[in-house]
């Protein structure tokens, strides 16, 4: 018995970190988590695990995600703030929902028009990173840097990538980059594929409401805010949604919105809402056993090019900084597909989801850099994983603690 327990201990030692998190307690610790892809960049990394003795950053493939910005929707605050204004006018409002109003119209005239707009926060995120990528090797740095930059064609993502690039150059007086956007990068950085509403068959549809319906209890929360909500709310689920859309991206802002707003919901709500939002994106962009994973399957273009273009930099040895700027619909994808930090899990039950897979990883900013190292002793090229600055994992061997992996594993690990 001695010997098992001591068996189980040792295997327990060595469980990757995603293993052991407690999705509800990381919630409860900050309930901003409920904001899923909405929740701000995280910035508190520890510096990374250094490399094995002798080997030394030379390299750095990039994906990353644009920074902070405005709720996405073309007329999310105008359709919201429609429905709260029908109501006030047939008196349909109840004390709590007056001031909600009050306070959202309040703020409705620095939101209006500036759906998916980047905040100077985003921008801010962008120089964060780049700072820290520089900070953390500086060995990459040393000499000239030339960097190969492109983006999708949305203007946050492009304004994010110089972002990034300008803060690098202002750190490093060598550093050179070429930069460019535009429909043939969507290819691989956004892949046009089936639309969401069409990828989730009849029956994944059913299951997700279902899922829904269960999870969140749409008329006691309307009933606070409306005398008679089947009058005032045409959509109820939808109209939810966008509410805790607009109140998820309030920190996203680059001045300070009514406390009153923060209010809207409870922290039970919020966190069946983003249950509900987190397993919509399983299903859509996740590996969900209930669709065909179209954008998982799609995305497998930028983990080629991810390959390609690292050996060809590396053989010419003209280019050290290799960086792709896209959206959460691109990392979502690319996660579930490389199976970085078990996101790979296939889970039946709705209700387990958020234990395996959970949206607020791809936050604001999220990236996934790949840093690559090389020693004059050893041939064997191999990596450091990071997502949002912090040492993640593979479904490979480690070559090395502090998520360093082979090269040529990660090159076989779709083939």
Known sequence: MKRIALLLLAIMAVLPIWAQRNTREEISADIERTGGVHFLYPTDQTAPTPAPKGYKPFYVSHVGRHGARFALGSTVYEDLLDVWTRAAEKDRLTPEGKAF??????????????????????????????????????????????????????????????????????????????????????????????????ERDEEAEAKFKRFRDHVLDLDAILSRWFTRPDKAVKNPYKFCHDLHTMLSTLDNLDVPAPEHLYELYTPEERYALWRVNNYRDYQIVGPSPDTQNLR????????????????EDMARGNVQLRLRFAHDSTLMPLLSLLGVNGMDEAVENPFEVENYWRNYDIPMACNLQLVFFRSARNPEILFQLLLNGKEATLPLEMAAPGSFYRWEDFKALLL
Do not use: C, W
Not at 106 to 129: D, V
């Open 101 to 198: 109003f009050k306070d959202y119209e309040a703020i409705y005239p620095y939101l209006s028009r500036r759906e998916g707009n980047l905040t100077g926060k985003g921008q801010e995120q962008h120089r964060f990173i780049a700072s820290q990528l520089y900070r953390n090797y500086p060995a990459l740095f040393k000499g000239k840097t030339h960097a190969e930059a492109v983006s999708t064609v949305s203007h946050r993502v492009i304004v994010s990538m110089y972002s990034f690039l300008g803060q690098l150059a202002a750190m490093d007086k060598d550093f050179t980059f070429h930069a460019d956007y535009g429909h043939p990068y969507q290819a691989y950085l956004l892949p046009d594929v089936i639309d969401s509403s069409v």
């Open 296 to 311: 998982v399957k799609a995305i497998e273009a930028l983990y080629r090019d991810i390959v390609t273009k690292a050996d």
